[in-house]
């Protein structure tokens, strides 16, 4: 299976400000997803990143909220924008591969203070 | 009604205890089904994978799927401290969209 590099793995950020989450893959995936897991809570998927096309947000997340860039096959970085408290959880990226496989990040860990 | 109702838990077992994690799930579409563990401070690692009904082992864990009832387990055998974590049932449908449960945080005293 892949192996994700996710950073940075936890940051406190001020109110107002932004925060861009990298995500390296050792290999080439079409699919990439980023979710939000927020504290005792399960995965929620943000959206769905192809290389060459416009991320597809779900219902509830917005690109001026969240952008996101997916420069090649192996690269995908998630902006939390203008952040408040509300948007301190764990931000994970994911990716599919082969038959079974996604994998996860180890996940970024925001607070917003 | 979320689409995957997973038993929040938290479950506290003793070491060697047999742990049931159950799902339902109510749209017929989804086809393959996953139970994930998560450690603290950790990403999701998939567990077990199973796309039909009927049961798959694989070693101390075996998962279930029934799916005229709409139901999912994961069984743990022999349970240890080390499977201590958040364990989340996963359904993709065949748009590759995974739907997770709300996660079952399991605690194994030694």
């Known amino acids: 299976s892949a192996v994700i590099s996710q950073k940075p793995s936890r940051d406190i950020c001020q109110r107002g400000t932004s925060l861009t989450i990298q995500c390296q893959v050792d290999s080439q995936v079409t699919m990439m997803f980023w979710y939000r897991q927020q504290p005792g809570q399960s995965l929620t998927l943000i959206a769905t990143?192809?290389?060459?096309?416009?991320?597809?947000?779900e219902s509830g997340f917005v690109i001026d909220k969240f952008p996101i860039s997916r420069p090649n096959l192996t690269f995908s970085t998630l902006t939390v924008s203008n952040m408040s408290p509300e948007d301190s959880s764990i931000y994970l990226c994911?990716?599919?591969?082969?038959?079974?496989?996604?994998?996860f990040g180890s996940g970024t860990r925001l607070t917003v203070v | 009604q979320k689409e995957v109702e997973q038993d929040p838990g938290p479950l506290s077992v003793p070491e060697g205890a047999i742990v049931s994690l159950n799902c339902t799930y109510s749209?017929?579409?989804?086809?393959?089904f996953m139970w994930y563990r998560q450690y603290s401070r950790k990403g999701p690692e998939l567990l077990m994978y199973t796309y039909s009904s009927g049961n798959k082992e694989d070693g101390r864990f075996t998962a279930q799927v029934d799916k005229s009832s709409k139901y999912i387990s994961l069984f743990i055998r022999d349970s240890q401290p080390s499977d201590s974590a958040t364990y989340l049932c996963a359904i993709r449908n065949a748009g590759n969209m995974l739907t997770f449960g709300g996660g079952t945080r399991l605690m194994v005293k030694p």
């Open positions: 994911s990716v599919l591969t082969g038959e079974y496989g996604y994998t």
């Open positions: 749209n017929s579409a989804f086809q393959y």
């Open positions: 990143a192809n290389q060459g096309s416009e991320a597809t947000y």
